[in-house]
């Protein structure tokens, strides 16, 4: 049933293509960002150029081509440029921060939207292999570091370089000094290949940064979730430690981040280059008279106009490369298993109540098993038949309920009405069947919303009628808020047959046509069992039912009991028939069961009822 894992490969995305799909979603506002950045930056650089051209003209005049009065006027000419300069700066710095903002935003909105898609459509065994804290990380603080690499950091980064292409245009064009440009070749090769060294360098620690962040977060969530198995075996001081060991752990990590910051290097060579371009400069104006004072100063404006990026340079490495490992850490996670296939051509799950039910060689294990948990069971549910499906713990049984929804993929077929249940779409499938487990799980909303949640558009009216088939609806009515009640978090504020109630109601609503309980009655009292029981009873008129239980009541309501062990059906048929003749069905209630003594079955057998 799954695909192959050259298949899959194909179809994933490499992570640049990836990335950049993401990045360049909308490209006119990248050039809009691109075009603003380049404005203000040259804009910018544009201001030492016009100080040093307003030296030479309307300070020094060294040819004397102008009177006082005029020099004035050219000066106040000069002031005025620069402060209209200024402005069309400043207002289009604050445009081009808030388009770049808004890619950052919708960047971040797309791979959020993607990530959480592609967690939906995991099958489960990628969710038993992969731990919720990690998957929150990724999802907050991998997400937002993601934003941060492009808004502010992609321009920041982005800035040194194209200053350093502005400087040198300005220097030939402006200036026409062919011998700074040559002065400043060297520096600005130094100075490029040490932000280049830093950024190799960042790179792994910031991958390892953001990996060991999403191992505090992991051991939080696991902390949080098992905050009460902690306290009742008093071991807060063991979490504690354990916890203070991944923070200093990640407190390493954030010192080797800082040293290499402490180690930026670029700033040096800029000086020197500034130190080593007053020398050169004085000499050509002093010696070849091929530079003027203006010039020298425009020119040493620029470079100084280097200062600011170079200083913020090592911030945007720094968020840049926690930005690019977030990203990659994200992208990684999403090939890591495929998903769910597309649902485009699949046939809709029969409205009716589905015919024969067949189970064909099926064979099954999961990614962490050495054995099969499922071998080779074969078996037949005729419709409207209720089977229960008994055997000792590990032998399968949830297993085997689980592969009807296809929740893993396995080996064999099951056919419903003479189609391959991979043919169905996962959604009509999986909404045709209604499941109650042991351990229910309620999400942290009100009792109304936890009963819909499977019909969203349910009426009160629809919503009580289901609460009381299940036998909830008086209960609810004694809470102060009624069908408002927050349940709390997975359920904490209810019992556990209250609990089990409300996951009936919500069984109850959604109508399916089969239904699975997997031990739904094992954790409570008599009194509450009764109740459960009765809700069940109603539940499953005119429905085919799987049970997976020990209770002997419910087993002996069953129309067939299959006796599973070691992964393989060892024995099928009516309670009547098999607490006669299976040592293993009987093995099941031997403490709890006066028994009838062993009768051998013979070749012709019992015949069980929806026998394959």
Known sequence: MSQSAASIRKSQPSFPRWFLGHLTANPIIIILVVLGTAVVIFTRLLIPVILGQAI????????????????????????LM?????????????????????????????????????????PLKFHDSVRTGELMALATNDLGQVGGMISPGLSMMSNVFISIIFSAFLIIEVLNSIELLIISIPFFIAYIWTIQSYNRKMAPISYTFMRKWGAIATAVQDNITGAEVVRAFAEESYEREKFMKYVVDFRDTWYRQQILQARYFPTLVLFAAIGFSVLAGSYLIIVLDRLTIGGLIAYNGLLISLLVPTYVISFAVTIFNAGLAGARRIHAMEVREEGEESELEK??????????????????????????????ISFTVAPGQTIAIVGPTGSGKSSLTNLLLRLYDFDGRIIIEGTDITEYSLESLRKSFGRIEQDIYLFPRSIRENIAFGVRDASQADIEHAARLAQAHDFILKFPKGYDTYVGEGGSQLSGGQRQRIALARTFLTDPKILILDDSTSSVDSETEEKIVKAIDALSQGRTMFITTHRLSSIRQADCVLVIKGGKIVAKGHHSKLIYTS?????????????????????????????S
């Open 56 to 79: 030479d003209i309307a300070i020094i005049d060294k040819d004397n081509l102008f009177s006082s009065d005029e020099q004035f006027s050219l000066l106040g000419e000069f002031v």
């Open 82 to 122: 620069l402060f209209v300069l200024g402005v069309f700066r400043l207002l289009i710095g604050v445009v081009t921060t808030i388009v770049n903002d808004w890619l950052s935003w919708t960047a971040q909105r797309r791979i959020r939207e993607e990530f959480f898609d592609s967690m939906q459509n995991k």
């Open 347 to 376: 046939k809709e799950f029969p409205s009716h109540l589905p015919g024969v039910i067949r189970f064909e060689n099926i064979s099954f294990k999961y990614p962490t098993s050495k054995k099969p948990v499922l071998d080779d």
């Open 583 to 611: 040592p293993d069905y009987r093995r099941i209630f031997g403490k709890n069961v006066d028994l009838p003594p062993l009768q051998v079955e013979k070749a012709s057998g019992i015949t069980p009822i929806g026998g």
